[in-house]
C-alpha cells in the first residue's frame, strides 16, 4: 500500500481517520481488525460533521491532504492515490514548494 511505501521510505506524514457511520466502539474494532496504524478522530462530539462540511466532503471514501499549516493541498487525494501509488507524495509536496 502507499502507507507502508511511505513508511518504509521514512516520508513525514500522519494519516487521520474521520469515519461518519460508527461510534466509537465500532470505530476502534473496525480499526482493529483492519489494522490500522493511524489515529482517528472520535466519532462523537460534531467534529466529525464539522471537518466533512470544511472539506466539502461529497463521496466516501474521502482523502484529504493538508500540510503541516493546515492548507489544503487537494481534496481529491484518494484519486492521486489511486493513480500514482506512494508518488503521489512527492506531487503533494511539490505543490506547496516542498522536497
Known sequence: ??????LLAGRSFEVVFVSFDVNRT???AHMSDVGMLWL?????GGRVGAL???YSVQF?????VID???NTITVDGR?????????AYDFWLAAIGGT
Not at 1 to 6: N, Q
Not at 60 to 64: A, G, L, M, R, S
Open 68 to 70: 503541516s499549516d493546515g
Open 1 to 6: 500500500s502507499a502507507y507502508a511505501d511511505l
Open 26 to 28: 465500532e470505530l476502534l
Open 60 to 64: 466516501i471514501p474521502t482523502v484529504v
Open 40 to 44: 482517528a478522530v472520535p466519532p462523537d
Open 52 to 54: 466533512a462540511q470544511r
Open 79 to 87: 484519486d492521486d492515490i489511486v493513480r500514482d501509488g506512494a508518488q
